[in-house]
């Protein structure tokens, strides 16, 4: 259950491991309640409004850049796809699944309308009912489910009812950012510099590390690196008998031992280890 289902509610501050790019393997479900937020999904820059909700495939690299000082106030979801599907599946509603799987990640904006606020009633409970239940008790795990079904009825509703894609120019900081990020992710398995991507996009080197930093909250070449590392992950998982030296070559990575380090810190296992982690799951 704990590897299935994670719920909070109305968390106030950042936590230190949520601040840096980072991807993970359940599907999310995050609400924006208040504070300040520039949030970075792949390469789009959302600055979120109270009541925003995000719906992210979880893979998908993102990462909150918080001003410092600022209030943070967010509810979120991870939860893995293949813990309700059943019940999905048996009653036609696959389509609730659809946002995840098709768009990878999406915006609502509710503007705090009346249905924001059962939602929030919902997910309260669900995160109380995780908090408080014994572990493999089946009557919870039960209402757990049921309780997640109602979080996904709804963000569909609401998603059906807002506009999911945001309308209007973005200002030249926002556009010229997404514009790397969007660069680093087509060319992360080649050798790159800030040089060589700020010369590619027509802009000065100085102006395209600044800009970066200023919008998403990190470097350049900390973004290229999250781009090699997620998609390492995605191999290792996907191709089990492919050698780890060509997964580290393939996605970037000039030498196997730097590859180990990075991975090791980063992820906090060795790439062997985590390979065989997830083997495990499908098992």
């Avoid at 909070?8 to 601040?19: A, K, M």
């Avoid at 813990?83 to 609730?96: E, N, Q, R, T, V």
């Avoid at 290229?224 to 390492?232: A, D, F, K």
């Avoid at 780890?244 to 393939?250: D, N």
Wanted: with cysteine.
């Amino acid at each position: 259950m704990d590897e299935t289902l994670l719920v909070n509610y109305r968390l106030h501050g950042l936590i230190e491991y949520v601040s840096e790019f980072h991807s993970h393997q359940e599907y999310e479900i995050y609400i924006f309640h208040g504070g300040s937020c520039r949030y970075i999904v792949h390469n789009h820059i959302y600055d979120l409004e109270p009541g925003d909700i995000l719906l992210l495939d979880g893979k998908t690299l993102h990462k909150p850049n918080i001003e410092k000082n600022s209030d943070y106030v967010r509810s979120h979801i991870h939860f893995s796809p293949h813990w309700i599907k059943d019940i999905l599946a048996g009653m036609g509603s696959m389509y609730l699944l659809e946002a995840f799987e098709k768009l990878h990640h999406c915006l609502i904006r509710t503007k705090e309308n009346p249905e924001l606020k059962y939602l929030e009633t919902v997910v309260s409970r669900l995160a109380e009912l995780k908090r408080t239940s014994p572990k493999k008790n089946q009557h919870s795990i039960t209402e757990m489910k049921v309780l997640l079904l109602q979080v996904l009825i709804i963000v569909h509703r609401l998603g059906q009812q807002h506009s999911i894609k945001m309308t209007g120019k973005k200002v030249d900081k926002a556009e010229h950012a997404e514009n790397i990020a969007e660069y680093i992710q087509k060319n992360y398995m080649n050798k790159l510099s800030i040089q060589s991507i700020a010369e590619a996009l027509n802009l000065s080197k100085s102006y395209a590390a600044h800009v970066f930093k200023e919008m998403t909250g990190f470097t350049i070449m900390e973004y290229v690196m999250g781009c090699r590392l997620n998609q390492v992950k995605y191999l290792l998982e996907i191709e089990p008998d492919k050698p780890l030296k060509e997964i580290a070559h393939e996605c970037g990575f000039e030498s196997v031992s730097h590859f180990s380090r990075y991975f090791r810190e980063k992820v906090g296992v060795t790439a062997k280890e985590y390979r065989q982690s997830r083997i495990k799951v499908y098992e």
